[in-house]
T-cell receptor
Framework: EAGVTQFPSHSVIEKGQTVTLRCDPI?????LYWYRRVMGKEIKFLLH????????ESGMPNNRFLAERTGGTYSTLKVQPAELEDSGVYFC??????????FGPGTRLTVL | AQSVSQHNHHVILSEAASLELGCNYS??????LFWYVQYPGQHLQLLLK????DPLVKGIKGFEAEFIKSKFSFNLRKPSVQWSDTAEYFC???????????WGAGTKLIIKP
């Protein structure tokens, strides 16, 4: 069984540019989550999809962040325009129900 | 607001030493509790979880954790650590019907060979 995959693994962009992160969950997992870890801080929840619907987006920092999950399969997280404080590692996870969340390797985003 | 506190940010031990990593949470209702680990260069992976039942739960690689409801604690233990346990350990909780995980700050564990 393939695990959660994320692309790209690293992204370096300049302030004001746009970046799109992609997450492919484990096949059959309806629940998909995005988390972020800013350097030196704890991992923070961003949002939770159930299939294609946003179940909880209470952790999204502001309207520069847009997450989509068209068709209930893979998800994208777009940051536009990126700011310096957006730098960090973005994790995606998936689960079948409210049990173990399986994590991808993360995307390390650096905004210069 | 819910929060999770991990007592130590860095722990250094010698091989064969015993390990206990503290985790406390703040939430008055029903919680699900998790310990995740991230080995160098690898994904976050689940060590163990508690949903209900026996408060002493056993996980992979010889780890165990005890849920003490009265203390709002879920401490992680291992009787004898190995060099391969060098990693960052995270305590996390979710509460009720809310699936989002609330995380502690993580503990970096270094085992000296």
């Amino acid at each position: 069984e393939a695990g959660v995959t994320q692309f790209p693994s690293h992204s370096v962009i300049e302030k004001g540019q746009t970046v799109t992160l992609r997450c492919d969950p484990i096949s059959g997992h309806d629940n998909l989550y995005w988390y972020r870890r800013v350097m030196g801080k704890e991992i923070k929840f961003l949002l939770h999809f159930v299939k294609e619907s946003k179940q909880d987006e209470s952790g999204m920092p502001n309207n520069r962040f847009l997450a989509e999950r068209t068709g209930g399969t893979y998800s994208t997280l777009k940051v536009q325009p990126a700011e310096l404080e957006d730098s960090g590692v973005y994790f995606c996870a998936s689960s079948q129900w409210n049990n173990e969340q399986f994590f991808g390797p993360g995307t390390r985003l650096t905004v210069l | 607001a819910q929060s999770v506190s991990q007592h130590n940010h860095h722990v250094i031990l010698s091989e064969a030493a015993s390990l206990e990593l503290g985790c406390n949470y703040s939430y008055g209702g029903t919680v699900n509790l998790f310990w995740y680990v991230q080995y160098p260069g690898q994904h976050l992976q689940l060590l163990l979880k508690y949903f209900s039942g026996d408060p002493l739960v056993k996980g992979i690689k010889g780890f165990e954790a005890e849920f003490i409801k009265s203390k709002f604690s879920f401490n992680l233990r291992k009787p004898s650590v190995q060099w391969s346990d060098t990693a960052e350990y995270f305590c996390a909780v979710n509460a009720g019907s809310n699936y989002q995980l609330i995380w502690g700050a993580g503990t970096k564990l270094i085992i000296k060979p």
